[in-house]
């Protein structure tokens, strides 16, 4: 029934025949927001039951309730022992409810006429009986001069078989919800789009009427889902210029931001997409557009701005799009609806003013995606001779030059690649374009390094951006990391002058190029900064040498044996859960993970949904687990991403430098009472990552903020709470234990 009919429903059956009732749809339908305005006439209670953990919880939020004063509480407090019980959101120190509780709730009832609402069955504690929550409620019904409405989603209800059967005996009618009022849809939009904000970028009611035409033709229910989607367009729409987008793209990108909220919340098409992208999905059933369409340019910012990935990049690209659209031709027709004629001259023209000739107004992100865009139809035409590979290749050259390179070279090659590449040609001018890019990338990042030396300053955020984005093989492929590396080593690896006299800023300096060296799995670059470390040690005095040796051990490269033979690493690991044994080998990598990785997994789904309703539990107490979940997901994705070489930590065995950092550890996890077995000497041959222990942060439901500080922990950010740092050593691939350096005798005691 539409949520409108519930009224009737209410007034001529509820109220003088039945006792308990449900109210039964989907979430976000309307069902509280009704029926708190239903009832505003009425003497009511509303309680939910989400965040409540105890049936002695629910009694106590109806206590509560009906001690709108509070004095009977205070004076209950005060005659009781503390305990904690949860009350909606809340955990709070509250009295020891006795059995007599309910005698208390009884006795109140009885003086007052008045409905109780219990919402949020479906989601109610597990901790919580089923059985015995509906035993309650059906004990309460029959105080006189009380009436119940229970407010469920009844498809996520669990302990469905017992509810079931305890259902029929408890509540005397259901009401099936299927559908909200055009009311409830007229004041949302009302709310949130009459403003001056909107009005600025595109009329109302042209936003109204999109919003309408998108509810109507896609069958949206969830009123949450709307609100979500009018605020995410709103938040979108703002940011950009309106002298620069045109008014029709203005009404398509409502229904792209629309369109993204709606299949992250209700997954209306994707879920039968078969494999498809969200972009495909989008384009299909919002568009009834194919892969053809140049929108795919725009969809994707969108969808990363939503998932709260690199947003001001994202803000660019989808701003370039827009740029580029208006600047690289010079009609507004999208090519596949031109005639032949129309299509060779929009070819012609693209050759002529942007591949024979630079056209200053774009960069070469958009030019790339122009190209590609009209590429295929040069071929479909039979005129593939108007696009020469020569004057291709000449312009991915001059367009190079064009990039910013204050920018991260990820992001720089991540929004030059197109949604697909529309030509096997396009393949070879991208990998070219690439190439290009990165070489003459890192010629000014190892320009400004120079400068950065030679005035002094030690800028280390640009020695760590040039080995980490060295690792990184998706914007550096192997033969023009070859000639990168050619540049490093001809300047001596950047190592600086540590012979006399040096700073601080100098010897963090050099700490970050023998970490970062390290830790990457090319061997090349390994020896090379050996050889390089070598080299300068017979021009330097007795403390240079010191400094320079010490450095090699630190990261061991003493233990690197010249010639291309593969390094392996000597750690100390303490061996805790289960006993290690001598000759022992573990593997770590992609296929093979800690006990860790389960026991974050485990939590990613509530993870996921807490991201996309992060107001529901803006005041809830998390578990320890679901915290480490949080925090843990953030941290493999930032890795992933952005430093895909390091190991991961849930992937990998934490190890010391050294043994007397070992026993450190040895000794706390003793004192912690953690089962601790020994201390193991392990021989690694994989991937190294140095961390500070005081970087892992506690994770909580705001996405955005988990990944920055990800962020930080990767980069090794000096902790900001000013604390010398605790060193943890992640190491993956082929380890063997190759010593028992200690054992617990008092092993079985703690077993």
Partial sequence: MVITELKDKLDNEFQKHYNIILVNGTWGIGKTYY???????????????????????????????????????????????????????????????????????????????????????????????????????????????????????????????????????????????????????????????????????????????????????????????????????????????????????????????????????????????????????????????????????????????????????????????????????????????????????????FVDNNIKQINNKIDINVWFKELNNLYPWAEKINKKKIFDEKEILSAIDKYKEKINTNENLYNIIDRTLPFHLSHKDMEKYYKNLKSKVAIYYFKILIENIKKSMANDRYDVELIRNLFDTLSNSYVVDEITRNEIIKMIETNDFFVPNINGDISENQWHWCH?????????????????????????????????????NSLNEQYHFLKWKVGGEKMKKIYYHVVTERPMELGQEIIFDDNHHSGVYDRVYAFKDKVDEIYKNPKDYENVEFEHHLKVAFRELALEEVRKNKYPNYPSRLASLYVSNTLEEAEKWYNVFIEWGRPTFSIVKVEVDGNVYVGDAWNCFEGTIDKKKNLELAEDYWKYEKNNIGKEPIVEVLVNGKIKVIEIVKENKDVNKIK
Wanted: with cysteine.
């Fill in 35 to 349: 029926l708190k305005d239903y009832l505003q006439n009425n003497k009511y209670i509303y309680i939910s039951l989400f965040g409540i953990d105890k049936l002695e919880g629910i009694k106590y939020a109806i206590y509560y309730e009906l001690n709108k004063i509070g004095a009977c509480i205070n004076k209950f407090v005060n005659n009781n022992s503390n305990r904690d019980v949860g009350i909606s959101f809340l955990t709070l120190p509250i009295p020891n409810i006795s059995s007599d509780i309910q005698k208390k709730i009884e006795k109140k009832l009885k003086k007052e006429s008045l409905i109780l609402v219990i919402d949020d069955l479906e989601r109610k504690s597990d901790d919580i009986n089923t059985k015995e929550l509906l035993g309650f409620i059906e004990s309460l019904s029959e105080i006189e001069n009380i009436k119940i409405i229970i407010v469920a989603n009844e498809k996520y209800i669990g302990d469905k078989d017992v509810y079931d059967n305890f259902k029929e005996k408890v509540i005397n009618k259901t009401y099936n919800i299927t559908q909200y009022s055009n009311e409830a849809v007229n004041k949302i939009c009302k709310q949130y789009i009459d403003n001056n904000s909107i009005e600025q970028i595109i009329s109302n009611s042209d936003f109204f009427d999109t919003v309408i035409r998108i509810l109507t033709n896609h069958k949206i229910k969830n009123l949450r889902t709307l609100k979500k989607a009018i605020l995410f367009s709103k938040i979108f729409l703002t940011k950009f210029d309106n002298n620069i987008i045109k008014e029709h793209d203005k009404l398509d990108l409502i229904k792209i931001c629309f369109a993204v909220v709606i299949e992250d919340c209700d997954n209306l098409y994707l879920k039968n997409a078969k494999g498809k992208s969200l972009d495909d999905c989008i384009l299909r059933h919002y568009f009834n557009d194919t892969f053809i369409s140049d929108k795919l340019g725009i969809i994707r910012p969108i969808i990363n701005i939503y998932n709260d990935e690199d947003i001001e990049v994202n803000y660019k690209k989808a701003l370039d799009y827009y740029i580029g659209k208006y600047s690289v031709t010079t009609s507004e027709k999208d090519i596949f609806y031109c005639s032949e004629q129309e299509v060779e001259e929009r070819l012609n023209a």
């Fill in 512 to 548: 970050i190029i023998w970490e970062k060296c390290s830790i990457l799995s090319d061997e090349t670059i390994k020896n090379k900064l050996y050889n390089v470390s070598q080299k300068i040690i017979k021009k330097y005095t007795t403390i240079g040498k010191y400094r320079i």
